[in-house]
């Protein structure tokens, strides 16, 4: 089954052909990055317009690299949330007028799902249970995937996700946006030891998480150094808050794994490409004696072919859409 899907929840358009959930034929994305760069962050409106004028030649460059015709795709897989509703629209305004004029099953994908799926493109032979640490600019959650249709939330963050603090102290810094990639750039410059940030582990009976606390710490530090006129080594502060981040990160998922005795953890999102993350949760889980999967950088960042791959597990189980479809910017994981 070959499903032909679409992604506009934030500020990549990306148009996927994906065959029976986990054989990606084309993945084209189209990022906006120079564009929002300059803003410092996402500018709505901005993305919104990009997707627009940019998926109708993505979706054409992706039927002529598979030399395939809308014809003879099966289905069509759609974004519809969470994300930025603009956006969202864009992508859903073309997944159902496609659907319609061929009459071809239109299958409406939760974004963050769609993350925890990209492992399967990854690891064909890995099947569910197993529990995923998803961590993105606008999520970070432990979820226990029981199946393919059943996602149970036992951590989210209470505040900031993982990476908005990222993107804030990268601003602080002087290192733009995106704030992931600059701060683990930097971070390898610097001495994780220099500074104690804190460390919100929380209650330890729970498995959510905190940054705002942490932000406000670096913040505070930077401010603190200033007033002083002592100077400030930019990638210090990075190295010792990555660490910070990191160290919580990992420790929630592994014991959150020993807890509920599962013995498979999977990563998502464009978090999880954080080389410290992956080092270190790679050492802690082979000490754990728990297996880890964690897919390649290009599908942790937001793209069509996870959401490919969970449109087909959607469609075989029944869950299909109608043109009623419509973006949800704060849709819950496990709804429709």
């Known amino acids: ?32 990055i120079d564009i929002h760069q300059k ?32 014809a003879e795709v099966d289905a069509i897989g759609v974004t519809n949330g969470p994300g930025l509703i603009g956006a969202l629209l864009v992508g859903l305004s073309a997944a159902k007028a496609i659907a319609y004029s061929l009459d071809k099953p239109l299958i409406g994908v939760h974004h963050i799902e769609g993350h925890i799926a990209a492992n399967f493109l990854q690891f064909p032979e890995l099947e569910p249970p197993f529990l995923t640490l998803v961590v993105s600019g606008g999520h970070s959650h432990l979820v226990l995937v029981e199946d393919y249709q059943t996602f149970k939330v036992l951590g989210r963050t209470i505040d900031d996700a993982a990476g908005e603090a990222f993107d804030k102290i990268s601003r602080v810094l002087g290192f733009g946006y995106p704030g992931g990639p600059a701060i683990d750039k930097a971070a390898k410059l610097g001495n994780l030891d220099a500074i104690a940030f804190p460390r919100v582990f929380l209650d330890k009976s729970e498995y959510n998480f905190s940054f705002s606390g942490l932000k406000s710490a670096v913040l505070n530090y930077i401010n603190g150094m200033k007033m002083k006129n002592e100077p400030i080594n930019p990638n210090d502060v990075a190295a010792s808050f990555q660490m910070a981040v990191v160290e919580v990160l ?22 999880s490409c954080n080389s410290l993350l992956r080092q270190m949760m790679t050492e802690e889980a082979a000490k754990a004696g728990l297996s880890l999967h964690y897919p390649d950088p290009i599908l942790c960042t937001d793209n069509a072919a996870m ?30």
């Open 307 to 336: 959401i490919g791959a969970m449109a087909y597990y959607n469609y075989i189980n029944g869950v299909v859409s109608d043109l009623s479809l419509n973006g949800i910017p704060g849709l819950k994981i496990g709804t429709r």
């Open 250 to 271: 990992v420790k929630k998922t592994i014991d959150c794994a020993k807890h509920i005795r599962m013995d498979k953890i999977c990563m998502a999102g464009g978090v």
């Open 39 to 70: 803003y410092g962050g996402v500018v709505p409106e901005i993305a919104s317009r990009n997707h627009v004028t940019k998926l109708p030649y993505i979706i054409d460059d992706a039927l002529s690299e598979t030399h395939m015709t809308l």
């Open 1 to 32: 089954m070959k499903i032909l899907s679409i992604e506009t929840s934030c500020d990549e358009t990306s148009v996927a052909i994906v065959e029976d959930g986990r054989k990606i034929l084309t993945n084209r994305i189209y990022s906006q």
